[in-house]
């Protein structure tokens, strides 16, 4: 079993940035990519970004240019780094991991508020 715990959400202005953090615990080593996804109220949840443990990275065509995914040294941690914000960046954000074998796990979420 892997076990995601995010951290980094919060209030930031527009043109603002944020970190979020992802740390993976567990079976680590069955995990094949991990990645960000997010969902705004009223909205189905959308892919962010995603990274592969070959160091692939993949974005939505909203963030390309502004956010960044990175895996940590230790390769069971995932960062996103989110530069000039925009008002509709505002969602709940979710680390997501998914395994060799097909599973899929996802954190708990945490809550990016934009202001304009």
């Known amino acids: 079993q892997v076990q995601l715990v995010e951290s980094g959400g919060g209030l930031v202005q527009a043109g603002g940035s944020l970190r979020l953090s992802c740390v993976a615990s567990g079976s680590i080593f069955s995990i094949a990519a991990m990645g960000w996804y997010r969902q705004a109220p009223g909205n189905e949840r959308e892919l962010v970004a995603t990274?592969?443990?070959?160091?692939?990275?993949n974005y939505a065509d909203s963030v390309k240019g502004r956010f960044t995914i990175a895996r940590g040294n230790a390769k069971n941690t995932v960062y996103l780094q989110m530069n000039s914000l925009k008002p509709e960046d505002t969602a709940v954000y979710y680390c997501n991991a998914g395994g060799i074998n097909g599973y899929t796990r996802w954190g708990q979420g945490t809550q990016v508020t934009v202001s304009s």
């Open positions: 990274i592969t443990s070959g160091g692939s990275t």
